[in-house]
């Protein structure tokens, strides 16, 4: 497999350290507000990444942390905590709203079929090894103390920018918002390792340690757990774009300072989607969630397969518009599953040769859209039905787009659908669709009460209004 590698900005073939295990590294996401799709983006092409890995034969065991301390408002450790901020404003205790975020996180990737990683660990769970860490760069003279706060010395490193093909933009994002300086640091990029001085006085967690009580910086913390779990040496290690730097610059820099040798060697980055207007960002207070693509009656995998249509090394802009086209694709993709039959059995020479295509665009930097093509050929190809389906439901273990379930939904639902038809009730809906349209609410309004009067219940989806007994 042909991978892209932000470390030596070119696409390298992938070879894990040990062949019978890929050891992958994710940054979880800071639990102080439900996850917006951006940031679901960039779990979606991980997980692709990973089911993609062990469809090409690379068992992964893959950690993530979740970030419940240290994430300051400003990347350049400025600003107050991101929890403590969103623990306020719901009058709650930051545990409290860490393990409120982090299911509601897990909840929105079940909705969108994103595994689970192997471990997932809050970064409050494992403060003594970022004290053994930060000890360690002390004894070895790379970090220094300073007003209260621990610092990484970045002027110790031969080169500490080591994504240097960013553009200034992605530079901009990665600092984000309000950047102070800091008169303790003796280098503009340094950067705090244990913090026991914050202006905030207010800062609900805190550990003791050998500078003082205090609280780790949130670089330190993915350094932490991937080393606890994965050892001395990582194959991949993930993020969105925006991570590179700095929070992933300062992991490789206090990691490999640490261990005296090479860490990671594959770098993998997601970049954004952005709406018409800029980034989506959790700190804007407004952003787009799952849950809110349900309401609107968007299937969470039509959301999916939006991302899977285009690369993850490409900024993708999210619209209402966009996403119609994807839902539109999505429920036309299904119908044409629902209406293969199942008799017989593959053709393992044609499964093989349609497996070619899927498995080249994998290789192929994770090449998803051309992956997803692979599915709308093996649907066209001169195979057999049955060939058909063994092809999807291959194609399926990587994609995760629920093909053959709700191929097999939508049957039963036709057959229901056949036998439940009602051409009264099929008259008031489409009735009210046109006052709808002529925007005459209050009578469509008006014919939905009657249809909830003889029970009957309706749903509007972007492909027409729904119907069902209640
Ligand atoms: P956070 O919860 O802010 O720590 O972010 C969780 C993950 O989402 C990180 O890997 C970020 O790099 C990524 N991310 C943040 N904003 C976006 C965006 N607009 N598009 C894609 N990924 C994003
Ligand atoms: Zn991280």
Not at 189 to 194: A, E
Not at 308 to 321: A, K, T
């Amino acid at each position: 497999m042909y991978l892209y590698n932000s470390l030596t900005h070119k696409k390298e073939l992938f070879q894990p350290i040990q062949p019978g295990q890929v050891k992958m590294y994710t940054c979880g996401p800071t639990v102080y507000h439900y996850a917006h799709i951006g940031n679901l983006r960039t779990y979606i092409m991980e997980d692709v990444l990973e089911k993609a890995l062990n469809y090409l034969g690379y068992p992964v065991k893959r950690v993530m942390n979740i970030t419940d301390v240290g994430h300051l408002s400003s990347d350049a450790d400025t600003g107050e905590d991101k929890m403590l901020k969103g623990a306020r404003r719901e009058h709650k205790t930051v545990m409290e709203i860490a393990q409120f975020y982090t299911d509601a996180f897990f909840a929105d990737c079940e909705k969108l079929n994103i595994k689970r990683p192997d471990i997932v660990q809050p970064a409050t769970g494992c403060v003594n090894d970022y004290i053994k860490i930060i000890s360690t760069l002390m004894d070895k003279g790379y970090a220094y103390f300073a007003g209260g706060n621990v610092y990484f010395d970045t002027s110790k490193l031969e080169k500490y920018y080591v994504f240097n093909d960013h553009d200034q933009e992605d530079l901009a994002v990665g600092v984000r918002e309000g950047v102070e300086e800091d008169p303790n640091k003796r280098n503009k990029n340094d950067f705090v390792l244990w913090f026991t001085k914050s202006k905030f006085e207010d800062q609900a967690l805190k550990w003791d340690s050998p500078w003082g009580v205090g609280y780790p910086g949130w670089h330190i913390e993915c350094s932490g757990i991937s080393m606890k779990y994965l050892g001395e040496d990582l194959d991949i290690h993930c993020g969105g774009i925006d991570n590179a730097f700095p929070h992933h610059t300062n992991e490789i820099a206090q990691s490999e300072s640490y261990l005296g040798h090479k860490w990671c060697n594959y770098w993998f980055h997601v970049h954004h989607l952005n709406t018409d207007d800029g980034k989506m960002s959790k700190s804007k207070g407004e952003f787009l969630t799952v849950s809110l693509l349900e309401q609107k009656g968007y299937d969470p995998l039509a959301y999916r397969l939006f991302c899977l249509q285009s690369h993850y090394r490409r900024n993708l802009v999210f619209s209402w518009e966009n996403l119609d086209n994807a839902a539109g694709a999505y429920e036309k993709l299904i119908a044409k599953i629902a209406a293969l039959t199942s008799d017989g059995e593959p053709d393992q020479a044609a499964l093989e040769k349609l497996k070619e295509r899927f498995v080249s665009a994998l290789n192929a930097d994770l090449n998803t859209s051309l992956a997803v093509t692979a599915v709308y050929d093996a649907l066209k190809a001169p195979v057999s039905d049955a060939t058909k389906l063994a092809a999807l439901a291959d194609f399926d273990q990587v994609l995760s787009l629920d093909l053959l379930k709700k191929a097999e939904a939508l049957r039963n639902n036709q057959t229901q659908e056949a036998v439940s038809a009602d051409p009264e009730i099929d008259g008031l809906v489409a009735a009210r669709t046109t006052a709808k349209k002529a925007k005459d609410f209050a009578e469509a309004d008006r014919i939905r009460d009657q249809l909830k009067a003889m029970g009957v219940e309706l749903t509007d989806t972007p492909q027409g209004t729904k119907w069902r007994r209640v």
